[in-house]
């Protein structure tokens, strides 16, 4: 299933984004999301407790996401992309696909680095990371691996998410 076209593809940028500048806004209500019904630790938005810890001033749950709402560049709201076709990376490269009709998500995992502070500005770029093959229940199936990369403003680096697709 994996075209040399494929196959040289791997590690190639599909997407990249920056962020606004976070408000301590967004991570206090970021926060009370999470840790909803419970109030979330003082760290996330009292000033004065978030000094004395061990971060030194506000900073955001590992789990943020300043690309939740909008985005500084490309501007605007983000639009579902891809939907239901199983094609959508290799098209986004230019390349020919594998054709297959059915995909699913086949997990994420992911490394965290430095936090996210008030008024940090957040670069996403996605990567082609890699593929494999492996035989299933359902017959040949495509695992296919998208990494997400995010660093500060001090090029810094804050996350790294990999998401497995699974295709067949």
Same mark, same amino acid.
């Given at each position: 299933?994996?075209?040399?076209?494929?196959? /040289?593809?791997?590690? &190639?940028?599909?997407?990249? %984004? +920056?962020? *606004? $500048?976070?408000? /301590?806004?967004?991570? &206090?209500?970021?926060?009370? %999301? +999470?840790? *909803? $019904?419970?109030?979330?630790?003082?760290?996330?938005?009292?000033?004065?407790?978030?000094?004395?810890?061990?971060?030194?001033?506000?900073?955001?749950?590992?789990?943020?996401?300043?690309?939740?709402?909008?985005?500084?560049?490309?501007?605007?709201?983000?639009?579902?992309?891809?939907?239901s076709?199983?094609?959508?990376?290799?098209?986004?490269?230019?390349?020919?696909?594998?054709?297959?009709?059915?995909?699913?998500?086949?997990?994420?995992?992911?490394?965290?680095?430095?936090?996210?502070?008030?008024?940090?500005?957040?670069?996403?770029?996605?990567?082609?990371?890699?593929?494999?093959?492996?035989?299933?229940?359902?017959?040949?199936?495509l695992?296919?691996?998208?990494?997400?990369?995010?660093?500060?403003?001090?090029?810094?680096?804050?996350?790294?998410?990999?998401?497995?697709?699974?295709?067949?």
């Amino acid at each position: 299933m994996i075209s040399d076209a494929m196959r /040289a593809a791997t590690g &190639r940028e599909l997407s990249r %984004a +920056v962020s *606004y $500048p976070v408000s /301590a806004s967004d991570i &206090r209500r970021w926060a009370i %999301a +999470v840790y *909803y $019904p419970a109030e979330p630790p003082p760290r996330y938005w009292d000033p004065e407790v978030a000094a004395r810890s061990r971060w030194g001033g506000i900073v955001a749950p590992e789990d943020f996401n300043p690309f939740a709402w909008m985005s500084a560049e490309p501007r605007g709201i983000p639009r579902g992309r891809g939907g239901s076709d199983a094609d959508f990376t290799e098209r986004c490269l230019g390349i020919d696909g594998p054709g297959l009709a059915q995909q699913l998500n086949g997990g994420c995992s992911v490394e965290y680095g430095a936090p996210i502070r008030v008024d940090d500005v957040i670069t996403s770029v996605q990567r082609l990371a890699g593929y494999a093959e492996r035989d299933g229940r359902l017959g040949r199936m495509l695992f296919t691996d998208l990494e997400s990369t995010w660093t500060n403003q001090r090029d810094e680096f804050v996350k790294r998410a990999t998401l497995t697709l699974i295709r067949y």
